[in-house]
């Protein structure tokens, strides 16, 4: 037995790792490997990784139950079988350190540890075929990837550079002259005398990775690379429909519709990637304060600030998927700067921090920017990023994905670890509670001031203690009224009481409805649909819904009037109980039976999320239909259609809610 485990060790693991228990019982009560194990497996895989414990029931969520195995031997046998058979699952990932017996309120249960499987790897899928056998973790459950992640995960795979690909129909006709001129002309300012600075274009495009031939077809044409390095955006979209690049400079420290300076591709300018990023990161360093340096005489305008948000940029464009439906977004804002990029990281965000190891999705771009100075060594962009920005003693930045829909997330704010307008406001409202916390328990609650909320997770990156010592300690702020929970599992966030209702991720969601399949292209106004949703943005205040946003090039409006903010609710029991009566009434058509139409289920939802804003488990007892079958089959599509707005972007924030959205028919009768 490698470890003795209670149930609130096991909540305590659930903040820490996507953790899954399953009965296993069987038939007669001795143990059986369940046959939705194989589900789990492939959805941790090709996820995060997480564990799987056999012999535990969790119910309700959050609660933990040992039942033990009575045949553990023989489970374990049956899981090692299926392993090694290629009609059950594709891959085996695990050895025998990974499977192991542990007791849990005395009980043996075995323990699965799921690795994430390298890109190589994936998808990792039940039986021969990867389309309808693959499974993705999605808000603690397991679901079947449709057919487009299916092939971008097999693109993945097969693909060690996706930006390596020549062209057919493309030329140098499709490429914007004043790009290539401006790239020549840093390239013979970095390397002085090089022998590629007067070769003739089409050289000079071949030697830096633009222009290449495919020798299994035999053909020569421009790569995806050059296409995205140097095209103009109309041609880029040709190739790539979901292709753009966006950045907002925004007023105030909070989420905010409104911004003082946009650049997207407008028509205004070529919209490629090289000139994406040099109007760009000018416009994040423009006012930076630059310490008066002399260097040979010379005077020295660069910071680790400037390095640091230089590599930040180069990094959101070089690893970006830019056949995912999510937009390239870069924010300025006066207290942080945000980058979000298309697709998962390609190896662990926590491998990537530590530094040494390298999984670039567009080497063709990356050696272009290094090419021009731009970008350093495989591997030690992040290391260097964390680095600078410790050397201004701000806080630690923030990287993290998203899974739905794919993307990855870095925040680099620019304030104290221990900010003193922070400590003060948590001294005045708290008092000696504040001040009789330990180190780790005061920093916790000056991260939840600062960045809207605390997590386990982010916790583990700015402390040194040991993990369970953190679930105790977050455990405790919550006995002690200082910190509110919401979620289960690794989905658990907290909030300052006095932040309940106000307070976000860093990254929000804003104008869900707005953005419909069929809509115009950038180039008149309007950004490409993105499944009908938007991505999340960066801010730490809740979405303004139902405000229509500005046309491109148009100014920000004057006031900051918001529209009257809407009561949420997530957990029944909170639910004033005229309002609960009132909320089954309305249910009623539903709840009282088991089968219902699809138009009668969407229609009550409608009518029940009108005017304010509902939890998942909220509409799940109400109508008295399953949770997780709810959100996927009649939630989510309604969202996607636009028939409601939810509170934010992704589909496992644990504070998820939605309303009802607002139509010209419900404005008249209102």
């Not at 143990?31 to 996820?47: H, Q, V």
């Not at 991505?535 to 491109?552: K, N």
Request: charged fraction near 25%.
């Amino acid at each position: 037995m490698n470890d003795t485990l209670n149930s609130l060790d096991l909540a305590g693991l659930s903040e820490s790792v996507d953790l899954e228990c399953k009965a296993a019982q069987g038939r007669d009560g001795r143990g059986e490997l369940p046959d939705d194990f194989w589900k789990s497996y492939s959805a941790m895989a090709n996820t995060d990784g997480g564990v799987i414990l056999l012999g535990v029931r969790e119910k309700p969520p959050g609660s933990f139950h040992a039942l033990g195995l009575a045949e553990l031997e023989r489970v374990r046998k049956a899981l090692w079988d299926n392993l090694h058979n290629r009609k059950q699952i594709s891959i085996n990932l695990l050895g025998e350190q990974d499977i192991d017996p542990i007791t849990v309120d005395d009980k043996t249960v075995l323990r699965i540890r799921v690795p994430r499987a390298p890109r190589q790897s994936r998808p990792v899928h039940l039986g021969n075929n990867p389309f309808g056998g693959t499974y993705l973790r999605r808000h603690e459950g397991d679901y079947a990837a449709d057919d487009e992640a299916v092939r971008r995960l097999l693109a993945e795979r097969i693909e060690d550079s996706r930006d390596e690909r020549v062209l057919k129909g493309f030329d140098f006709g499709d490429l914007d002259p004043d790009s290539i001129a401006a790239y020549r002309n840093r390239f013979a300012a970095v390397k002085p005398g090089h022998v590629w600075t007067d070769l003739p274009l089409p050289d000079f495009l071949e030697r830096i990775g633009a222009w290449g031939r495919n020798r299994e077809e035999g053909i020569s044409g421009l790569r995806l690379a050059g296409l995205l390095m140097f095209g103009r955006a109309e041609v880029i979209r040709d190739a790539l429909p979901h292709y753009m690049v966006d950045y907002q400079e925004r007023p105030e420290a909070r989420t905010e519709r409104r911004w003082i300076d946009r650049l997207v591709p407008d028509g205004s300018w070529s919209g490629n990637v090289y000139d994406f990023f040099r109007k760009v990161y000018q416009k994040l360093t423009a006012d930076l304060k630059v310490p008066f340096q002399l260097q040979s005489g010379q005077r020295i305008e660069d910071t680790p600030v400037h390095e640091a948000l230089r590599e930040a940029l180069v990094n959101t464009l070089i690893h970006a998927d830019f056949s995912g439906r999510v937009s390239v977004l870069v924010v300025k804002r006066p207290d942080m700067f945000g980058f979000r990029n298309p697709g998962r990281m390609r190896i662990p965000p926590e491998l990537a921090i530590h530094g040494g190891n390298s999984d670039c999705r567009n080497r063709r771009l990356q050696t272009m920017f290094q090419l021009v100075g731009y970008g350093d060594h495989a591997g030690s962009g992040l290391p260097k990023i964390y680095r600078n920005w410790a050397g201004q003693h701000w806080r630690r930045p923030v990287l993290y994905e998203l899974a739905e829909p794919e993307q990855t997330l870095m925040e680099l704010r620019m304030s104290s670890l221990v900010p003193e307008r922070a400590v003060a406001e948590l001294t005045t409202r708290l008092g000696n509670q504040f001040a009789a916390q330990a180190e780790t328990g005061r920093l916790a609650l000056i991260t939840a001031q600062v960045e809207g909320l605390v997590s386990h997770d982010r916790l583990k990156q700015i402390t040194t203690d040991h993990p369970a010592d953190l679930t105790k300690l977050l455990g405790q702020l919550v006995r002690d009224g200082l910190l509110i929970p919401d979620g289960t599992g690794r989905g658990m966030v907290y909030f300052l009481p006095w932040h309940r209702q106000t307070m976000a991720a860093a990254f929000d969601a804003t104008d869900f409805g707005s953005r419909m399949p069929g809509a115009e292209p950038p180039e008149l106004g309007i950004e490409p649909p993105e499944l009908g949703i938007e991505p999340p943005e960066l801010g730490i205040e809740p979405p303004e819904l139902g405000i229509e946003p500005p046309e491109l090039g148009a100014k920000p409006p004057e006031s900051d009037t918001k529209p009257p903010e809407l009561a949420t609710y997530h957990d029944w029991n909170a639910i004033p109980a005229d309002l609960q009566e009132a909320l089954l009434k309305l249910a009623a058509p539903v709840a009282r039976r088991r089968r219902t139409s699809a138009e009668i289920l969407r229609t009550t939802i409608r009518t029940l999320c009108t005017g304010r804003f509902l939890g998942l488990r909220v509409l799940a007892h109400a109508l008295q239909r399953d949770a997780d079958d709810l959100r996927k089959r009649t939630l989510t599509p309604m969202v996607q259609e636009g028939a409601l707005l939810p509170a934010f972007a992704s589909t496992r924030d644990p504070r998820q809610a939605y309303t009802a959205a607002v139509t010209d028919t419900t404005r008249l009768d209102s």
